[in-house]
């Protein structure tokens, strides 16, 4: 495998990770003691309700939020106590993002854009790769394009190549194609999954769509802030019979239902984030 994540092979690890939003009565408890290994090497999906903590696990373990406790490791680093300038280090040369909305900067090419975490961390890209990463996207022919002249899912390969080009130890994407049609979806998780069958990433995708998820090689499920079991091998039928056997559990008066339904003012889309995600900010 990759061999610059250390010693056990786990790209990433959580333990015991809380989140508390607000305080008092209002707290909202979006992480309730996640533990997970995410090992290297593989693509794995996320699943779980609207509000289950998806986006929050993914935040807190990429460095982009911090847990209110518990640990996280990426690779042999522990991002607990790391100072603001360490962890903005951390985000921009060992972390890739993806994100539903693509992000891409409208006045820079699909070159510019995707040289642009290199640029920000002042290094150059490394020729072998750039070829490999650009042969993968299949979009040799498109880099001089800006992305208001290409598809939704060119602009979502482009996103993907910029979230690898600095050989990152992970790339999280928070729902990659979740504004793209099913022949689009299907073009980026191939991109995705020939990354990690042939390029060796790791990629931690969270994603609502049970044929996106079969694409990973494991799924972890995560209902009202905790994990509720996992899924190596998933096919959509087997994805789409966890969650309907999850529901059932959850029904009729569970209070992780009742969290589930949190009004979408309480929820935010996670802007920041992104702005720092990708800015390495
Ligand atoms: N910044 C915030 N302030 C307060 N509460 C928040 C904040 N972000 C998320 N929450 C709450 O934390 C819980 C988990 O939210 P999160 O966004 O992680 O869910 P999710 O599983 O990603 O949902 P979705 O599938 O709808 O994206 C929800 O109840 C949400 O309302
Ligand atoms: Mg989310």
Redesign the pocket.
Known sequence: MKGKIAPAGIAVAATDLVKV??FGPTA?R?LDGVSAEFASGEFHAIM?P???????LMHCVAGLDAATSGSVRIGDRELTGLSDKALTRLRRTSVGFVFQSFNLLPTLTAEQNILLPLELAGARPDPDWWDTVIAATGLADRLSHRPAEMSGGQQQRVACARALITKPDVVFADEPTGNLDSRAGAEVLGFLRSCVSKLDQTVIM?T?DPAAASYAGRVLFLADGQVAGELLGPTPDTVLDHLRRASDQLRPDSPATA?SS?SPA???SGGAHRARAWTGE
Do not use: P
């Open positions: 939003y607000g909202i979006a779980g609207s509000g289950s903590g998806k986006s929050t969270v609502h969290s949190s309480d929820r935010t």
